[in-house]
């Protein structure tokens, strides 16, 4: 099937949000404020590139350029007809995002609107295409502007502005009628940038007799045998007659053929026809999560013959592999919310993915696949993908199928009411459900659908018969979606919303939790910076919480783009998140030393960063303690621009300190220690397909060494498994000079935490490298200390598989420095 790319050659143009100012497009002969482009595309990008307006993610620039909501803007692009195929039945033109509101031209005359973001506009122009040259124009605006304040009325909440977090530039209470990415008229953690422009892919496709135009693949595993069902969804374009055609699917693993079908002499019907098949595999290549196996993935090629004319559909990947949720009851009140793959429980570790730019259409590929990577080593196997932001680009996905990287996909409404009670709106979601569903169900990734981000828990606050009278978008989770994923996904599990779950959403004790009010959102200071509060955690799978913390200085150079860097100046409030409100110092006086609020900029970097480290740390361990807890994801992960804020990697894909912390936490192989009852009490999680028979050092040992009344103990993990391995009674022992130690040689190694670090009696020592080698072009280096050293770090702007991490007396610890190879590092620790 021929097709034409339209990603380049646009021209750009600012026009008025009167409609009748259509006389721009006579302007484009003109240079003064003609942009060229290539799409993806915000507004913004040729802006900055001109010089007309500064980068809005610097500074307090992204004040400057709200402006550009204030208009509409004209794209513009000539396309020659002869480069189409002629014998073509449609000549299908898709735009596959529009951000947001659209009016869509072919050589002047108007051929479509489209009003969302979140699906394609598509149209056949082959009727109205002339020959040579044409022009298409695309008119787009925010659709902030088409909502009234009688449109605002008919909601009981409307997405309200920050302002009662004092953060009066932020918020639009006109997002939850406009199908665009929430997130972008601002919140706690980003800057209103309201985005404009065309966000994917645009082409002319030119199918003849017939077309694939989705497919749905379904694993079942049996033994040691797996069916992989298919469903290929082709549309025959003779709206009249009917077609004879055949399918060809084959299935391949490193070029070599595993399975193949074929389906000859098949009827197709006009318009949507659904043919099917299934590939059989003996000893199948499992796809896993990372941590827990590998991830072959299998390349699909399907093959259409239809009329003499054949669509190879170009081939794409699938991890064979199973997936369910497990809420069976766990007790009389109690129901388990796990997930399994391959009928294997998985405890899913992770964080909660924005988009990765105030303007999202200028994220990369190299920067997905970082992000991804990062994630990896952290540990990761899943990702949730917050329903304010956007479905993401197909880069995001693929790297995600490369790395063994669940995702838990939200659908794009977010902390409001939503209008789903109007005819217009409903319609307009449900295409967009209907669309995204389609795209990605067969994604090797996606592990679960979910209604929402906190509508549901909103709704707590909202009377009840006005629920009932027009649901205001719980109808969309309640009733569309799961109605369109029965239909076109029903292998993949849905669920309601997130939080959701028991009498009412945000239970402990069924479905998944929100964990903010007990920590960190606490109005008591005490139990935001007190890390043993997650200890009373009951949740069974808490799928959002955080705690703030700083970037390293290099990016926050970065974003304060030449100023002086001021933590009392605006821009440092401006980038700082609405909710800290004071609790990065609280918690530094806590854990470390009294003044905090003086300290060098440095200090405060070193020091903050290791209270979120530590909190994270210490929250997603005792989420793992617990064997009814099915997973922990935190919030976020990645970030839209620099601030002191929830992520462990920066804007600048900087880590923070606060990376290690949460890369301990989430090791394939970790010991975990809780204090229960006057024991210590020694989990051991072990993600791996491995079996573990590990000799270990368990017992008390002073922090200076020098009284070790530790033991060997034989320990067998098994495979995928999490349980307690141990138990240490506590009574009789000084916990202020010394602590439970579970230490192996190059291993695992893990200490009790009971006091906070400025109230342990530590004493002074030094970190000796025993042993240096180059391997490749990293550094590996061996150290050991004769006393327990907190937060052992080097400063150089190099990532490591640890840093900032305690050095327990007598432990032997392996450290490899990326890239370091002949370097001198100099090792410090956290006073």
């Not at 003779?238 to 490193?254: R, Y």
């Not at 042993?771 to 490749?776: A, D, L, Q, Y």
Request: glycine share 6%; hydrophobic share 35%.
């Amino acid at each position: 099937m021929k097709k034409l790319c339209i990603n380049d050659n646009w021209r750009m143009a600012k026009g008025s949000l009167n409609l009748d100012n259509y006389d721009i497009l006579d302007a484009l002969s003109e240079t003064e404020g003609i942009y060229d482009v290539s799409i993806p595309v915000d507004v913004r990008i040729p802006l900055i590139e001109d010089g007309v307006i500064r980068d809005p993610v610097l500074a307090d620039y992204c004040h400057e350029s709200e402006w550009v909501a204030d208009y509409a803007w004209w794209f513009h692009r000539e396309f020659d007809a002869s480069k189409l195929d002629d014998d073509a039945s449609i000549w299908e033109l898709v735009i596959q995002s529009i951000d947001s509101h659209a009016d869509i031209y072919l050589n002047g005359k108007h051929i479509g609107n489209h009003i969302n973001c979140h699906y394609p506009f598509t149209r056949d122009i082959k009727q109205i295409a002339k020959p040579g040259t044409n022009v298409i124009s695309v008119r787009i605006t925010s659709g902030l502007e088409k909502i009234s304040q009688n449109d605002l009325d008919i909601l009981h909440y409307a997405g309200k502005p920050e302002t009662n977090n004092g953060r009066t530039d932020r918020g639009d209470h006109r997002r939850s009628f406009v199908r665009r990415p929430q997130y972008s008229i601002g919140w706690d953690w980003g800057p209103k940038c309201v985005t404009i422009g065309m966000s994917k892919n645009a082409f002319i496709r030119c199918p003849k007799k017939a077309a694939i135009v989705s497919h749905n693949l379904t694993t079942t595993l049996d033994a040691n045998t797996a069916t992989v069902k298919v469903m290929v969804e082709v549309e025959l374009y003779d709206i009249l007659a009917t077609a004879d055609a055949g399918l060809e699917a084959c299935l391949k693993l490193n070029n070599e053929t595993k399975a193949s079908f074929k389906l000859d002499d098949v009827l197709l019907r006009s318009g949507i026809n659904y043919l099917e098949g299934e590939f059989k595999l003996d000893s199948p290549c499992l796809w896993w999560p990372s941590g827990m196996g590998d991830q072959p993935l299998y390349d699909v090629e399907l093959s259409l013959n239809c009329g003499g004319s054949v669509h190879h559909l170009e081939p794409f990947k699938y991890g064979i592999r199973t997936i369910k949720i497990d809420m069976s009851r766990q007790c009389e009140n109690n129901r388990n919310f796990k997930i399994y793959v391959n009928d294997v429980e998985m405890f899913c570790k992770g964080g909660d993915w924005i988009p990765a730019d105030s303007i999202y259409q200028r994220v990369t590929k190299e920067k997905y696949d970082t992000l991804i990577l990062e994630a990896k080593d952290a540990g990761f196997n899943m990702l949730r993908i917050w329903g304010g932001g956007i479905y993401e680009s197909d880069h995001f996905y693929n790297a995600c199928d490369l790395n063994g990287i669940l995702v838990w996909h939200d659908f794009m409404f977010a902390c409001s009411c939503y209008p789903d009670h109007l005819e217009w709106y409903r319609r307009e979601t449900e295409l967009e459900m209907d669309y995204q569903t389609k795209r990605l169900r067969s994604r090797t990734c996606i592990a679960l659908f979910c209604g929402n981000n906190e509508n549901h828990w909103l709704s707590e606050h909202w009377p009840i018969e006005l629920i009932h009278e027009k649901q205001y978008g719980l109808y969309n989770a309640n009733y569309a979606a799961p109605r369109i994923i029965k239909a076109n996904c029903p292998q993949i599990p849905y669920w309601n919303s997130s939080p959701y779950g028991g009498d009412e959403p945000n239970s402990d004790f069924v479905g998944n939790t929100h964990h903010w009010r007990q920590c960190m959102m606490n109005p008591e200071m005490a139990k935001r910076i007190e890390p043993k509060e997650f200890d009373k955690t009951t949740g069974r799978f808490v799928s959002e919480y955080g705690y703030p913390g700083p970037c390293p200085k290099e990016s926050i150079e970065d974003y304060f783009d030449g100023a002086p860097i001021d933590r009392t100046s605006n821009i440092w409030h401006l980038h700082n998140n609405t909710f800290e409100k004071d609790t990065v110092i609280a918690g530094i006086e806590k854990h470390y030393l009294d003044n905090a609020s003086s300290l060098s900029l440095d200090d405060y970097i070193l020091y903050a960063g290791m209270v979120q480290s530590l909190i994270l740390n210490y929250s997603l361990e005792s989420f793992r303690f617990k064997d009814y807890c099915g997973g922990g994801l935190f919030w976020m992960y990645n970030d839209t621009w620099g601030e002191v804020g929830w992520t462990i990697i920066d804007y600048y894909l900087r880590r923070k300190i606060s990376y290690y912390g949460v890369m301990r936490a989430f090791s394939p192989v970790r010991f975990i220690l809780r204090e229960v009852d006057n024991m210590a009490e020694v989990v051991a999680a072990n993600d791996t397909g491995e079996e573990f028979a590990l000799s270990v050092n368990v017992g008390y040992l002073s922090f200076d060494g020098k009284q070790d009344y530790t033991k060997k103990e034989a320990l067998v993990l098994s495979p995928r498994s999490r349980k307690k391995v141990l138990s240490v009674p506590l009574d009789g022992l000084d916990l202020k000079s010394g602590t439970i130690v579970v230490m192996k040689e190059n291993g695992p190694s893990a200490w009790l935490r009971m006091n906070d670090i400025r109230n342990m009696n530590l004493c002074d020592g030094t970190v000796d490298v025993i042993s240096k080698r180059n391997e490749g072009d990293d550094l590996i280096l061996e150290l050991r200390s004769s006393v327990f050293l907190h937060g052992v770090h080097f400063k150089e702007d190099l990532k490591a598989s640890d840093n900032y991490f305690d050095l327990l007396p007598g432990e032997c610890k392996t450290l490899r420095i990326y890239g370091a190879k002949g370097m001198d590092v100099t090792f410090y620790t956290v006073k």
